[in-house]
């Protein structure tokens, strides 16, 4: 009885240090968010083992250079420039959201040297 509430206890703490250590670099990024994209990197990369260390190292490395609300933003530009029509026009002509994608596309190049020796 005492070993499993001294086990519970080292888990809670250490669980409690894992969330300080996220919150104090900013890594607001969800799990989903970081699955999607690891998923996609790996369609573009590979299905390997090593294409799955690279693609993790390149989300998590993203996510120290960009906060998550403008990873979000720029990949929701980036979606929404695949609608044809004029109702996306905007989304392909604003200098603003042209530059999330640059910011966007900047912290992927980062991440690409890397994490892609």
Same mark, same amino acid.
């Given at each position: 009885? =005492?070993?499993?509430?001294?086990i &519970?206890? &080292? ?5 409690s240090? &894992? ?39 390149? =989300?998590?490395? =993203? ?10 933003e ?21 200098a ?22």
């Amino acid at each position: 009885m =005492i070993a499993r509430t001294l086990i &519970g206890a &080292g888990l809670a703490l250490a669980l409690s240090v &894992g969330q300080a250590s996220s919150a104090e670099v900013g890594d607001d990024y969800s799990t989903v968010d970081k699955a999607d994209y690891i998923f996609g990197c790996m369609a573009a990369n590979g299905q390997t083992r090593e294409s799955l260390e690279h693609c993790a190292c390149s =989300i998590d490395t =993203i996510a120290t250079i960009l906060p998550y609300s403008e990873y979000e933003e720029a990949e929701t530009v980036l979606r929404l420039n695949k609608v044809a029509g004029q109702s996306s026009e905007l989304f392909r002509t604003s200098a603003q959201l042209k530059d999330k994608v640059a910011n966007l596309r900047r912290a992927q190049a980062e991440a690409e040297i890397k994490c892609f020796p």
